[in-house]
């Protein structure tokens, strides 16, 4: 179905999204569970927050699924 | 049912001689969201608690301290009668109090004996092991004792000092106790040493006798102690069994006096009359007017008055961006929603209740959230599961309101599921669609439902397709020329509810700016977005294809022109309403629309971790008697995680998604919940 360097160019296109959201979400995620703990209403607030680094994954899974059928 | 209850802003005038009996009416009625008095000036102050307020804040201090020793939990079915409530507490809350206070007082101090006691016998193990009593080691005039552990051979080291020395010594845990005795002259030298060679000094005992003796007395102490405890406690239980219903029914009868009693602190009151402002729901207010002019003998005004629009804190400021206008009334909102739709609003209060003059999105969030749950999870079996478990948790949580509203969430949300496993032909990640060859495919090659799908569907220009559709396979047309949808278009597909989804949230957005700002800030901040997104999605369709299939460019194509222009004049109204700031947001037409194709990795994820569960049962299964074993072990530990991920992810998923794609479009939240002057009882009645 794919071959060889499409399936690593596939990987490296999942994984280093990940770990860039990762590093990106990591930080925000203590922030927001701090927020939280202080006050519940920040909740929806942070679950926005969260969100913005999440964005890069999914780019990157994007990129993956494009790669592996339209390659 | 898209907007907030309406309400109407309430003006109250009265005598301060019905003053007690229009607290008392509007308490019962339970109608009024009071706004409390806060500019005082030279006629109106605020007004002052009445007479009763200071004994019954002290009665509900005792009892609430009660109900925290006693540890009462608040989810008791009962009601009782309020007259006989009353009764109680006159009879019982003093005498209660000074039990409670006794035992709770007798309780620590055990508590703290029992800690010292096990201090103590942790003291005595150095003593033990040396074997000597602990009283002949200290009080000597002359000469010095040191009595510690250490891990090195000090003998050497005391010997370099003084020969004129006793010592003792025994294993102890890892090194060695020891008690030493030398003359008082050479004590500080013999304390340095012992210092340099890691001496712990133990703590001294003042418990005198043979260390056995004084352990066994330290352990019935301790184990009478403990008894008594135990027996302390359960009396803490059994007052608390008795007196729940009397604590809670109380607490609660007490709580509606004390509001009522301090309800002219928010009042505004001059010498001889009160003036209460506050918001009534619309439907209410002639309920509310007739009840109060009744009890009151027509001795009270009550009026609607004309609510001042105001810009909302941290709105965009009218004197820095000249065509914003602000018409916002910052009322308390009540959700008006029909009663199936109540557990959803507790979602939309996570993020924030809808401003008053805001879209309240209750009935889409519950519309489009369970499909977008059923979507991502898609799978009979699981969805089955979820559904028995969540009614099975419904059971055992009857009395807590919080779980009951998530549990009815996911119900629909199990239902939403079955109902895609049914259209991907997923069963615990086996493809229930695939007809037995072999003993193979279908349900573990046991059960297939092939004869359930249809094999070519025709729905007017679409066909012939077929069902189920792949979530693992690529797709495309299959020998019979039939078209079968696959991961492809799948992505494609949940691209377009992204941008429906968006659009929707474009729309509302629209009707809030025109309600709040005016037409103008509408088209601006909202018009411009809209027009942007579709003019991106008209160019992507052609450009798209193009680029696939190596085709050639036609730069007036129709659908690529009307693309073009629909963006650009959303370009420049961008431009004209939120200046070139406005730009720097132009990647979030891309990273929203694709945002949503989370829809189908998430599934797919969860698909994945099935169908490697079902290929490693497969493998093990043809392994022999342990082979099955294996399987049996590998098959439940591996659905059970997937089954948790699987509840939890796409919940996680659909609610970002309307978080944050959805809400950002339209939803700003923060609104004023409404909070009506007066009690829902639980535990009393009339």
């Not at chain 2, 006159?90 to 055990?110: C, D, F, M, R, W």
């Not at chain 2, 898609?378 to 009951?404: C, M, R, S």
């Amino acid at each position: 179905m794919v071959d060889a360097i499409t399936a690593i160019g596939i990987g490296l296109a999942v994984g280093l999204a990940g770990i860039g959201t990762g590093l990106a979400q990591g930080p925000v995620g203590a922030g927001v569970v701090g927020a939280v703990a202080e006050d519940r209403s920040f909740l929806g607030m942070g679950f926005v927050l969260m969100a913005f680094s999440e964005t890069v994954v999914i780019f990157g899974m994007l990129f993956g699924l494009l790669l592996m059928f339209m390659a | 049912m898209l907007e907030p209850q309406r309400m109407d802003r309430v003006l109250i005038v009265g005598t301060k001689d019905v003053m007690e009996t229009t607290i008392n009416a509007l308490h019962d009625l339970n109608l009024l969201h009071v706004e409390d008095y806060i500019a005082e000036d030279e006629y109106f102050r605020i007004g002052k608690p009445l007479k009763t307020a200071t004994p019954l804040s002290e009665k509900l201090l005792k009892l609430r301290s009660i109900k925290s020793y006693l540890g009462t939990k608040d989810v008791i079915p009962i009601r009782e009668k309020q007259d006989k409530v009353l009764k109680e507490l006159e009879a019982n809350l003093g005498s209660l109090e000074q039990t409670v206070t006794k035992k709770t007082s007798e309780k620590s101090a055990l508590e703290s004996e029992i800690k010292e006691l096990e201090h103590k016998s942790e003291v005595l193990k150095p003593y033990e092991a040396l074997g000597v009593r602990p009283e002949l080691l200290s009080g000597y005039e002359s000469v010095a004792v040191f009595t510690g552990t250490t891990t090195t051979d000090i003998e050497p080291i005391i010997k370099g000092i003084t020969n004129d020395y006793e010592l003792f010594s025994a294993p102890y845990e890892k090194g060695t106790v020891i008690s030493l005795i030398v003359p008082k002259d050479v004590a500080d030298r013999a304390s340095e040493a012992l210092m340099k060679s890691n001496f712990v000094e133990a703590e001294q005992l003042r418990e005198s006798g043979e260390p056995a003796d004084i352990r066994k007395s330290l352990e019935t102490k301790k184990a009478e102690d403990e008894d008594r405890l135990k027996t302390v406690n359960s009396e803490l239980g059994e007052l608390n069994e008795k007196y729940a219903r009397f604590i809670v029914s109380s607490e609660e009868l007490l709580n509606i006096d004390t509001e009522k009693a301090e309800a002219p602190l928010r009042f505004a009151t001059s010498e001889n009359t009160f003036v209460v402002e506050g918001w009534v729901p619309r439907p209410n207010f002639d309920e509310l007017k007739t009840a109060l002019e009744k009890i009151t003998n027509d001795s009270i005004y009550v009026t609607k008055i004309e609510p001042m629009p105001e810009a909302y804190k941290g709105e965009v400021d009218a004197a820095l961006d000249k065509h914003v206008k602000h018409h916002e009334i910052n009322a308390p909102v009540k959700y008006n929603n029909p009663n199936l739709i109540n557990p959803i609003e507790a979602l939309v209060d996570v993020f924030g209740r809808p401003r008053y003059d805001e879209v309240d999105p209750t009935i889409l969030f519950a519309i489009v959230f369970p499909l977008f749950y059923g979507f991502i999870l898609g799978d009979v079996a699981y969805g089955l599961l979820i559904l028995i478990l969540t009614l099975i948790v419904k059971q055992k949580l009857k009395y807590n309101e919080g779980w009951q509203l998530l549990l009815n969430i996911m119900i629909v949300c199990s239902l939403s599921s079955i109902f895609f496993g049914f259209l991907f032909g997923e069963f615990l990640g086996f493809s229930m669609a695939e007809p037995i060859v072999n003993g193979q495919g279908g349900i573990m090659g046991i059960v297939s439902l092939s004869h359930l799908y249809p094999h070519s569907i025709t729905i007017g220009p679409i066909g012939p397709f077929k069902l189920p559709f792949e979530r693992l396979q690529p797709g495309g047309f299959d020998s019979d020329g039939v078209y079968v949808f696959g991961i492809k278009d799948l992505l494609v597909f949940t691209c377009i509810v992204g941008v429906c989804h968006l659009m929707l949230g474009h729309a509302l957005g629209f009707r809030n700016e025109l309600k709040q700002h005016g037409l103008k800030t509408a088209v601006l901040h909202k018009v411009s977005w809209a027009s942007m997104l579709m003019g991106g999605v008209a160019m992507v369709w052609y450009i798209f294809p193009v680029l696939m299939t190596h085709g050639s460019w036609n730069l007036f194509d129709p659908l690529l022109l009307i693309g073009a222009v629909l963006f650009i004049i959303g370009f420049i109204l961008l431009q004209l309403g939120e200046g070139w700031m406005g730009t720097l947001e132009l990647t979030s037409l891309v990273s929203n629309v694709f945002s949503y194709t989370r829809l189908l990795a998430v599934g797919l994820s969860s698909v994945g971790i099935a169908f490697a569960i079902n290929t490693i049962i497969h493998m093990l299964g043809g392994a022999g008697a342990i082979g099955l074993i294996g399987a049996a072990i590998v098959f439940l530990i591996g659905h059970t995680v997937n089954l948790v991920i699987g509840i939890y992810a796409p919940f996680i998923q659909s609610l970002r998604l309307h978080y944050v794609e959805f809400f950002q479009k339209f939803y700003k939240g923060g609104g004023r919940i409404y909070d009506p002057f007066g009690y829902n009882r639980r535990y009393t009645e009339d």
